[in-house]
């Protein structure tokens, strides 16, 4: 019984030591071994919520985190100065309609004022918005490349060139959902 104790703590050390890569093909499998890894851990914290594998790490609980940001987003667009309601309360709103008032009909928003205050919101919440994208993915990159890091630290060789290639396509990914967002939002301040 001693033996087989004694064979497996030194079968697990020598499995927890770094790999040499003599070639190409060790590398590559060695890189999908952990890109399979990774996707799962990925698959695991980000879809479907699971903490067990991060149990001590409250970083990578990212549902919480996400709608922590997602919360903190919201306290920002309550408390930003368009939405404060005690200084001029309705004054604008009053003047716009009063600008407006052409047929007049009894209890109907002339339409012209109301695509004018539909449009002063969406300015309001526009300009909160990139910040909101670069909080999100800024988060993610920490958490993909713990990950990695995780899942790569038999294969220190590796380690810089994935933390590289995760971080540039994350910038890439985030690049696309800042000009989508912002695309999105120049649809709603023209659409009439």
Same mark, same amino acid.
């Given at each position: ?14 499995? !927890? ?34 903490? *067990?594998?991060?149990? *001590? ?102 380690? !810089? ?32």
């Amino acid at each position: 019984m001693k033996v087989n104790d004694k064979l497996d703590a030194n079968v697990a050390e020598l499995k !927890s030591m770094p790999n040499n890569l003599s070639s190409v093909e060790d590398a590559m499998m060695a890189f999908m071994e952990i890109m399979g890894l990774v996707k799962e851990s990925l698959r695991k914290v980000l879809l479907r919520g699971e903490l *067990d594998e991060y149990l *001590d790490e409250k970083d990578m609980h990212c549902t919480a985190r996400l709608v922590e940001m997602l919360n903190q987003y919201y306290n920002e667009l309550r408390n930003c100065t368009e939405n404060n309601l005690t200084t001029n309360f309705l004054l604008e709103e009053l003047e716009v309609l009063e600008e407006a008032k052409g047929i007049g009909l009894q209890d109907v928003l002339p339409h012209t004022a109301f695509s004018f205050f539909l449009q002063q919101k969406t300015m309001a919440i526009s300009s909160k918005l990139p910040s909101l994208v670069v909080r999100v993915w800024d988060y993610i990159e920490g958490v993909v490349i713990q990950a990695l890091m995780q899942h790569s630290e038999n294969y220190p060789q590796l380690q !810089s060139s994935m933390r590289r290639a995760a971080s540039s396509l994350i910038n890439k990914m985030k690049g696309k959902m800042m000009n989508r967002m912002m695309k999105i939002v120049k649809m709603e301040k023209f659409t009439d």
